[in-house]
């Protein structure tokens, strides 16, 4: 099955310690997204990637870090800097000639 | 009827009726715009896309009006079913630009 995926959908971590969350996509898409969604709101842009090997920064980048080695692969970093990282984090991916994107399951994150 | 929740417009709407979610986009260059249906704990999924050069796009029960003068946006759902209920969300973008800018969401509910 073609798709994006994220794991794990559940996570808990003490505050303090780094966590990375996972983001694979078999749908040979050039571009990869991470997004923020806390309760009630939209979606913010915390880091993008359009090309193996490269990535901006979004809207809220600030305590978070990526990597692109791959390009089915786009994990996550979310740093002990990151004031508030309770959320729900949401992976998608799109071709590079495409605004269309696609979205994985999403994973919570729970920092206490 | 339409309420201000928490966070999140609201919509409640009689199974079998037409639902309309509105939603006013900000940047009068944006000439893309895509609706998404985000169902509880998951990703958001595509619904129907419009360009700057309509008005009007349909699909399967779903039409999308597109105002530019006003900088508006809406969502009509034909024959509301309750697997409807989720939060919709309409997103912009400019073509050139690397991202999707999404709006707040509302959230529609579907009475049996």
């Known amino acids: 099955d073609g798709g994006i995926t994220q794991s794990p959908k559940y996570l808990f971590r003490k505050e303090g310690q780094n966590v990375t969350l996972s983001c694979e996509q078999n749908l040979n898409h050039d571009a990869m997204y991470w997004y923020r969604q806390d309760p009630g709101q939209g979606l913010r842009l915390i880091y993008y990637?359009?090309?193996?090997?490269?990535?901006q920064k979004g809207d809220i980048a600030e305590g978070y870090s990526v990597s692109r080695e791959k390009k089915e692969s786009f994990p996550l970093t979310v740093t002990s800097a990151q004031k508030n990282p309770t959320a729900f984090y949401l992976c998608a991916s799109a071709l590079k000639s495409s605004y269309e994107q696609y979205f994985g399951p999403g994973t919570r994150l729970t920092v206490t | 009827g339409e309420s201000v929740g928490l966070h999140l417009p609201t919509l409640s709407v009689q199974e079998g009726d037409n639902s309309i979610i509105n939603c006013a986009y900000s940047?009068?260059?944006?000439?893309?715009f895509i609706w998404y249906k985000q169902e509880s704990g998951k990703g958001p999924q595509f619904i129907i896309d419009?360009?700057?050069?309509?008005d009007k796009r349909q699909g399967q029960r779903v039409t999308v009006l597109l105002n530019k003068t006003v900088k508006h946006l809406s969502l009509q759902i034909a024959a509301t079913q309750p697997g409807d209920s989720a939060v919709y969300f309409c997103a912009e973008t400019k073509t050139g630009a690397n991202n999707l800018f999404f709006g707040t969401g509302t959230r529609l509910t579907v009475i049996p």
């Open positions: 990637s359009q090309i193996v090997n490269d990535f």
């Open positions: 419009i360009r700057s050069n309509m």
């Open positions: 940047n009068s260059a944006s000439d893309y």
